[in-house]
């Protein structure tokens, strides 16, 4: 069974642009989250997808931020226009479980560089 | 405020000998505890899930305890291969169960 797959694995853009982060959950899987790990810090939750309804986008940042999840299958992460704190990594979980409170599967993250 | 506090913020083992990490958490009501491990460049990996005080899981050299504020990752005789961060993780009560607060995490390095 495939993990969860996340693209790209790097991303280095300038401030200002734009920038689009792929996340493909375990197939099945209903729930679909976001996290981001910025240097230093802990991994905070950015939102929460149970297929494609926002079930929980309480850790959104800003409207700079927009993630979809069209179809209820892949999730895309957009930040428009990116700024230097937006800097860090970014994960993408997959649970099976209605609630979420199960387990989550991570990805490996995509590591995005603000300059 | 929920809050999830890890120590030792690292903790360096000679192969075989035995420690525990704790996990201290601040939550108005707990909806269960997850402990994940997370090696370098990748995602964290699910270790356990405990839901009620007094609750204990084993995989491994590692066992899992929770009581009503923290939760303890014991790790008997290590190995070399043990070495990673093992983070610590608690559904926020005010959003939805998959919204997760995690802890800084352990980083922890065993040397043969």
């Known amino acids: 069974e495939a993990g969860v797959t996340q693209f790209p694995s790097h991303s280095v853009i300038e401030k200002g642009q734009t920038v689009t982060l792929r996340c493909d959950p375990i197939?099945?899987?209903?729930?679909l989250y976001w996290y981001r790990r910025v240097m230093g810090k802990e991994i905070k939750f950015l939102l929460h997808?149970?297929?494609?309804?926002?079930?929980?986008e309480s850790g959104m940042p800003n409207n700079r931020f927009l993630a979809e999840r069209t179809g209820g299958t892949y999730s895309t992460l957009k930040v428009q226009p990116a700024e230097l704190e937006d800097s860090g990594v970014y994960f993408c979980?997959?649970?099976?479980?209605?609630?979420?409170?199960?387990?989550?599967?991570f990805g490996p993250g995509t590591r995005l560089t603000v300059t | 405020e929920d809050q999830v506090t890890q120590s030792p913020e690292a903790l360096r083992l000679q192969e075989g000998e035995s420690s525990s990490l704790n996990c201290s958490y601040t939550?108005?009501?707990?909806?269960?505890l997850f402990w994940y491990r997370q090696d370098p460049g990748k995602g964290p990996e699910f270790l356990f899930t405990?839901?009620?005080a007094g609750e204990e899981k084993e995989k491994e050299r590692l066992k899992a305890t929770l009581t009503k504020k923290e939760s303890f990752l014991h790790i008997t005789a290590p190995k070399p291969e043990d070495s990673a961060t093992y983070l610590c993780?608690?559904?926020?009560?005010?959003?939805?169960?998959?919204?997760?607060?995690f802890g800084k995490g352990t980083k922890l390095s065993v040397k043969p």
């Open positions: 979980a997959s649970s099976q479980d209605r609630q979420g409170a199960r387990e989550q599967y």
């Open positions: 993780a608690v559904p926020s009560y005010g959003g939805s169960q998959g919204n997760l607060i």
């Open positions: 939550v108005s009501g707990l909806r269960g």
């Open positions: 197939s099945g899987h209903d729930n």
């Open positions: 997808f149970v297929k494609e309804s926002k079930q929980d």
């Open positions: 405990l839901y009620s």
